[in-house]
């Protein structure tokens, strides 16, 4: 089968919306970013979701309180289309989504405000008989995360006995009609099982695999995780192959960037998309990397989208470095490999900047 290759450039019409439904979860990953100390405890509730996806639905909320402001090129050629929705993809995430009893109504909601696509990610345990709640006509796609091609390397990340129950859950959900995707967080833990997974997921019928990588966030920088981050070779002799092998049984393939060539040009989705990742205690951040402090963008108060005043992470963003992603810099310096003179050998990109491998279309 011919493949394509595509690195995906931030799109003027792409806006993503990562609602975090509640930050609790059955589950304790060795990777889980999520932070209560940082995002609450808050479980949110089927008004506030409602209300919530109402904001991001509203151009005239989000624009006017979004301190940096993307696309601008869009916002003067739709100048009077307020409503938004229909540019936007929402994911809800957790914790575990799932274990929201809301969730079959905020599917619901956010069909009614008519948002691009709707994805729910989930470990897989489907809590609430989430399958039989809703229709495969309501929700685009399940989006399983799974850490392995077999127990003996999911479960040491994820716990005893997730493998079977995340495989069951894929199966249940591709037999009901859903559309079904995996996203696979590689590590020094899992690495060399990644050229296990196309096989794995052709067998259960997944036709779209997203290979993440790990984050020095919640517990893995609580757990000394940077010792479990790929350096750039590991990355790059493994992870483009594997995914060229699985866009050749078929499946859509999206993995990050990471590194940048020379010749490759750098740009701050924070900048210059639109990107909101909101968490259960009100905070909106434009860049995951943050999540872990205080300076989101914007909050949620009573129902209403705020602007927060500096110091935010958006007053970083137009910093100019030869690193690249000036996020990175501060946050996780040991991740750079430098020459003996002290010049980076080579840039990190957006963490939002991905590349896709797919079947080609004759
Ligand atoms: S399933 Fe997700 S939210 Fe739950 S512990 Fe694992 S990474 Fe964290
Ligand atoms: S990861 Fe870096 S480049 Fe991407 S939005 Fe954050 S600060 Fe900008």
């Known amino acids: 089968m011919k493949i394509e290759h595509r690195t995906v450039q931030f799109q003027a019409h792409t806006r993503n919306l990562f609602l975090h439904l509640l930050t609790q979860c059955n589950l304790h990953c060795l990777h889980c970013y999520i932070n209560p100390e940082q995002h609450g405890n808050r479980i949110l509730d089927r008004d506030t979701i409602a209300k919530w996806l109402a904001i991001f639905a509203d151009r005239d909320q989000v624009n006017s309180q979004r301190p940096v402001q993307a696309h601008p090129v869009i916002r003067a050629r739709d100048a009077e289309v307020q409503r938004i929705a229909s540019e936007t993809n929402v994911i809800f995430l957790g914790g575990e989504p799932t274990l929201n009893p809301a969730l079959p109504d905020a599917i619901r909601e956010a069909r009614r405000l008519g948002y691009a696509?709707?994805?729910?990610?989930?470990?897989?345990?489907?809590?609430?008989?989430?399958?039989?709640?809703?229709?495969?006509?309501?929700?685009?796609?399940?989006?399983?995360?799974?850490?392995?091609?077999?127990?003996?390397?999911?479960?040491?990340?994820?716990?005893?006995?997730?493998?079977?129950?995340?495989?069951?859950?894929?199966?249940?959900?591709?037999?009901?009609?859903?559309?079904?995707?995996?996203?696979?967080?590689?590590?020094?833990?899992?690495?060399?099982?990644?050229?296990?997974?196309?096989?794995?997921?052709?067998?259960?019928?997944?036709?779209?695999?997203?290979?993440?990588?790990?984050?020095?966030?919640?517990n893995s920088a609580r757990k000394g995780g940077a010792s479990l981050q790929l350096g750039r070779e590991e990355w790059e002799s493994i992870v483009p192959d594997v995914a060229g092998k699985a866009a050749e049984m078929g499946m859509h393939v999206t993995y990050p960037k990471v590194f940048l060539g020379p010749d490759e040009p750098f740009a701050c989705a924070g900048l210059v998309a639109d990107n909101h990742f909101v968490f259960p205690n009100g905070r909106v951040y434009t860049c995951p990397l943050c999540e872990d402090y205080p300076i989101h963008s914007m909050e949620i108060v009573k129902d209403e989208l705020r602007r927060r005043p500096p110091i935010r992470e958006c007053d970083l963003y137009s910093l100019q470095i030869p690193e690249g992603c000036v996020l990175n810099r501060i946050l996780h310096p040991g991740n750079i490999p430098y020459d003996a003179d002290g010049r980076p050998l080579c840039r990190i990109a957006c963490c939002m900047l991905k590349e896709e491998v797919l079947p080609a279309e004759d």
């Open 117 to 218: 696509s709707i994805t729910v990610d989930t470990n897989g345990f489907l809590f609430h008989d989430i399958l039989n709640r809703v229709s495969p006509e309501e929700l685009d796609y399940f989006s399983f995360s799974l850490d392995g091609s077999c127990p003996q390397v999911n479960d040491p990340i994820r716990g005893g006995g997730v493998f079977e129950t995340c495989t069951s859950g894929i199966r249940r959900a591709i037999a009901r009609g859903f559309e079904t995707s995996v996203i696979f967080t590689a590590s020094r833990m899992n690495i060399r099982d990644l050229v296990n997974m196309p096989a794995i997921l052709r067998g259960l019928g997944v036709r779209r695999f997203f290979i993440q990588v790990i984050g020095i966030r919640g």
